[in-house]
């Protein structure tokens, strides 16, 4: 059965720190790979995705996100957060549908 | 610019009472869906439809109903028999069939209070 897991419910860095959101994914065959990003009472915001090619994939406000296949893991990672980046973060692999993880929320501490 | 409009933003409802929420998308986009947000559980899929006057039961179908008259229309009416309904509400669209074209682009949600 296709799945997503995010470990963290919850992270907490301080603005100019280093971040890394994990993802591990369940699916049968090539993943089709997302991260979304959902600012308080707002829809998602695609950042990045992998469909083939270069494990490393470049996304939006300075995001990237590497697909490692023999651990089932596409973790999110930006060198340098800042403030507007709290928000809450979803997995996803798309097959016949979407399979979204629960999330994670990062606050930033100034 | 192009995207899908959702409305209400904030609704509230007595106990028995059905409500409907508008999702409209402008995007020439095939496919639509429904998706439940509650806290902790990431989004969990309520409908979701392909192609005009054709839609599916995604895992959470019960207590919910939808429509698909128009390319760019998409209701969900929350009827009575939604236990507990009080959530918020995305309305997503993409392409084509997921697997094909992969991105689903979302509106900016429902908040839905039962009183």
């Known amino acids: 059965a296709q799945s997503v897991t995010q470990p963290d419910i919850h992270i907490t860095v301080s603005e100019g720190a280093s971040l890394e959101l994990r993802c591990n994914y369940s699916?049968?065959?090539?993943?089709?790979l997302f991260w979304y990003v959902q600012s308080p009472g707002q829809g998602l915001q695609l950042l990045l995705k992998?469909?083939?090619?270069?494990?490393l994939v470049q996304g939006i406000k300075g995001f990237e996100a590497e697909f490692k296949r023999s651990q089932s893991s596409f973790n999110l990672r930006k060198p340098s957060v800042h403030w507007s980046d709290a928000a809450e973060y979803f997995c996803?692999?798309?097959?016949?549908?979407?399979?979204f993880g629960t999330g994670t929320s990062l606050t930033v501490i100034p | 610019d192009g995207g899908i409009t959702q409305s209400p933003k904030y609704l509230f409802r007595k106990e028995g009472q059905n409500v409907t929420l508008s999702c409209e998308q402008n995007?020439?986009?095939?496919?639509m869906y429904w998706y439940r947000q509650d806290p902790g559980q990431g989004l969990r899929l309520i409908y979701y439809?392909?192609?005009?006057?054709?839609?599916q039961k995604g895992d959470i179908a019960e207590g919910y109903s939808v429509s698909r008259e128009k390319k760019e229309s998409f209701p969900l009416t929350v009827t009575s028999a939604q236990k507990n309904p009080t959530a918020f509400y995305l309305c997503?669209?993409?392409?084509?069939?997921?697997?094909?074209?992969?991105?689903?682009?979302f509106g900016e949600g429902s908040r839905l209070t039962v009183l």
């Open positions: 995007l020439n986009h095939d496919a």
């Open positions: 996803a692999v798309a097959g016949n549908q979407f399979y």
């Open positions: 992998y469909f083939s090619g270069d494990t």
């Open positions: 699916y049968g065959a090539t993943p089709y």
């Open positions: 997503a669209s993409s392409i084509g069939v997921l697997r094909n074209t992969g991105e689903l682009f």
């Open positions: 439809s392909q192609i005009v006057n054709d839609f």
